[in-house]
């Protein structure tokens, strides 16, 4: 019903060979962004113990309803956002539970417990965080919304990139978002998905570097389009759908 997605990281805990821990307090595994569905949170702790992930941490690449529902499935945890989501939580208080409201009574989703950010973290953008003998890097990614991160866990070879580069959305300006931000991401991210061998985008499939590169050019040819004002551009394959259409007459009203 909706391709959402959620990484879970993790990297060295820095023990030696007789087991001591390097810093008992080091973060080692970490969640980016969230699942939607109450069944998928509520089976995402035990589906990550199973895989060895046991996040004691929890990132959102940005304010987004739909990134920030970590809590729900690990609610002891705290909640790391960028310096700009903060300020966005701030400035709009409760809109991330009315957004989150409003597609639960669309797809008639019920919830045992509502939506609370509980303790959250300011992280700086750009700027990194430790995890484990690791660094995951914050770049700034905003654009789709006046906030927004990329993740890059460079050891790994894995960047998430919010709601950047996904196959199935075109580039989305929503409401706070920017048009000039929204390039000046995409040229951010180029040289980050040289760097890398996974790319996750926050909605559809993750990607290859060749394939994201590919999407990176389209929603470049896509952003062309929208600023001539074409009111039916060609959508890149796979992603000429009627809901993508109506994407782009929202895109449209917004660069007026
Ligand atoms: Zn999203």
């Known amino acids: 019903m909706w391709q959402t997605n959620a990484v879970a990281l993790r990297a060295g805990t820095g023990r030696s060979a007789a087991g001591t821990a390097r810093c008992s307090r080091t973060v080692e595994a970490m969640l980016v962004d969230s699942p939607y569905f109450p069944d998928e949170l509520e ?30 499935a690990f609610p002891g945890l705290a909640l790391g956002l960028g310096e700009p989501s903060v300020q966005r939580v701030h400035q709009e208080p409760g809109a991330a539970q009315r ?42 990614a905003d654009g789709h919304t006046s906030d927004g991160l990329a993740v890059m866990a460079r050891w790994c070879g894995v960047l998430c990139a919010g709601d950047y580069l996904s196959g199935v959305e075109i580039p ?9 931000d929204y390039r000046a991401t995409l040229a951010r991210l ?11 985008p926050g909605h559809g499939a993750p990607h290859r570097r060749d394939d994201a590169l590919r999407v990176l050019d389209e929603d470049l040819h896509y952003l062309d389009a929208l600023e001539r004002g074409e009111e039916k551009p060609a959508l890149p394959k796979g992603r000429d759908t009627v809901e993508q259409r109506r994407i782009h007459s929202e895109n449209l009203e917004r660069l007026g």
Do not use: K
């Open 43 to 72: 089976a995402l702790p035990g589906l990550l113990a199973g895989a060895g992930f046991e996040p004691d941490a929890l990132l959102a690449t940005h304010a987004d309803f739909d990134h920030l529902l970590g809590r729900l």
């Open 172 to 180: 989305m300006i929503s409401p706070g978002g920017s048009f000039a």
């Open 99 to 140: 957004a989150l409201r409003a597609q639960d009574d669309e797809l008639y989703v019920e919830r045992p417990a509502p939506l609370g950010l509980g303790q959250v973290q300011t992280l700086p953008v750009p700027g990194s965080v430790e995890l484990g003998t690791e660094e995951l890097e914050l770049h700034p």
């Open 190 to 200: 180029v040289p980050l998905v040289e760097a890398a061998d996974t790319i996750v």
